[in-house]
DNA sequence: GTCTATAACCGGATAGAC
DNA sequence: GTCTATCCGGTTATAGAC
């Protein structure tokens, strides 16, 4: 792997766990074992190489999400499939971590990834939704994206629970409440 | 007011805003209005006097839910009313924003406020839960602790949603679709 | 209790050699 | 493309005067 490359995946990495403004050069040069003349010349700055590193945990959890959205079974069975796909959730959704970081919510670079990858999840979920009702699976007294949105906001919200109570209890708990109430708005 | 609690005050407000790692004593001295000496008179260091506020943000915010959780109405009313009560999305939750920061999950001192907060909040949702099923107002198949996690997580995930969309619809937008899903679980 | 000075270190970035 | 040297400013804290 050259060492763009692993400029890159040390960032997301740390990006991912210690989030924008902990996150030093030095810090992702020791960690793709990289020298900082190489950090500079493939890249402009710290913001250059975390807004591409962003834009690719973006895309990766995009096709992740997708292979579940887009994938076998009934509308209603894949919106179950997502929240019960399995998740290390003491370690938080990699995009949203990032509306923590104030410098990262002031530049547009660094946001647009988080903020195109959510709306397009509460998007493709909704339309789930309406499909699971179309098909009729779901009440349809539902709002697709009230009801999308809840659902993507258990899972981000869930992460919150599991790290400050240092254990994954939490999230699954959230993760079964909202499979609980959704299959009392199923039809039959 | 004192010198002490100008600090106190200044802190809370800048751990709210940026987190711990970002708020350096510095902004904390010119927001109080205070010299470093007076900091370093009253508080041991950095950690110290985040310890303290943060204290004090997590009573605030158990003092503002209690009032609704303990308040008037019927236990699944209290539960809608929690649920809509009216929040500045786009700030965050001032106790959940903390499990983003690394530096506050590896003190025991920082994290202890945040997880028996949230801890006590999922506590006090499920036994309100499990007091409107014994009065038959929602479903009895529902697991009191499950539910009560995905409902404090939904606020907790609505505002990752907002804070991504620079917006405050997709916190309403999930609040409404879980109180849609909690009417669909109540009896009659 | 509060002030100023200073220390020791780290952050992000640039310069120029190789 | 990568290296080392260097710059400037900020962070966290201590020392000692007032």
């Given at each position: 792997m050259d060492t763009r490359q692993r400029l890159l995946d040390a960032t997301r990495e740390l990006l991912w766990q210690r989030g924008y403004a902990a996150t030093s050069p030095n810090a992702i040069m020791k960690a793709a074992r990289a020298g900082q003349g190489s950090l500079y010349h493939h890249f402009a700055g710290k913001e250059d190489l975390a807004a591409e590193a962003l834009r690719g945990s973006a895309e990766q959890l995009r096709e992740e999400a997708a292979a579940i959205l887009d994938g076998e079974g009934s509308p209603a069975e894949r919106i179950e499939r997502y929240l019960t796909r399995e998740r290390d959730s003491l370690r938080g959704c990699r995009i949203g971590?990032?509306?923590?970081d104030a410098d990262v919510l002031t530049s547009d670079r660094l946001r647009q990834p988080v903020s195109e990858t959510l709306a397009w999840l509460v998007d493709r979920l909704a339309g789930l939704i309406a499909d699971a009702q179309a098909a009729g699976?779901?009440?349809?007294?539902?709002d697709p994206r009230a009801t999308a949105s809840c659902v993507a906001s258990t899972v981000q919200g869930g992460y919150v629970l599991a790290r400050a109570a240092g254990s994954t209890e939490p999230f699954d708990q959230a993760i079964t409440g909202a499979v609980q109430l959704l299959r009392g708005a199923m039809v039959g």
């Amino acid at each position: 792997m050259d060492t763009r490359q692993r400029l890159l995946d040390a960032t997301r990495e740390l990006l991912w766990q210690r989030g924008y403004a902990a996150t030093s050069p030095n810090a992702i040069m020791k960690a793709a074992r990289a020298g900082q003349g190489s950090l500079y010349h493939h890249f402009a700055g710290k913001e250059d190489l975390a807004a591409e590193a962003l834009r690719g945990s973006a895309e990766q959890l995009r096709e992740e999400a997708a292979a579940i959205l887009d994938g076998e079974g009934s509308p209603a069975e894949r919106i179950e499939r997502y929240l019960t796909r399995e998740r290390d959730s003491l370690r938080g959704c990699r995009i949203g971590r990032m509306t923590a970081d104030a410098d990262v919510l002031t530049s547009d670079r660094l946001r647009q990834p988080v903020s195109e990858t959510l709306a397009w999840l509460v998007d493709r979920l909704a339309g789930l939704i309406a499909d699971a009702q179309a098909a009729g699976e779901l009440r349809a007294d539902l709002d697709p994206r009230a009801t999308a949105s809840c659902v993507a906001s258990t899972v981000q919200g869930g992460y919150v629970l599991a790290r400050a109570a240092g254990s994954t209890e939490p999230f699954d708990q959230a993760i079964t409440g909202a499979v609980q109430l959704l299959r009392g708005a199923m039809v039959g």
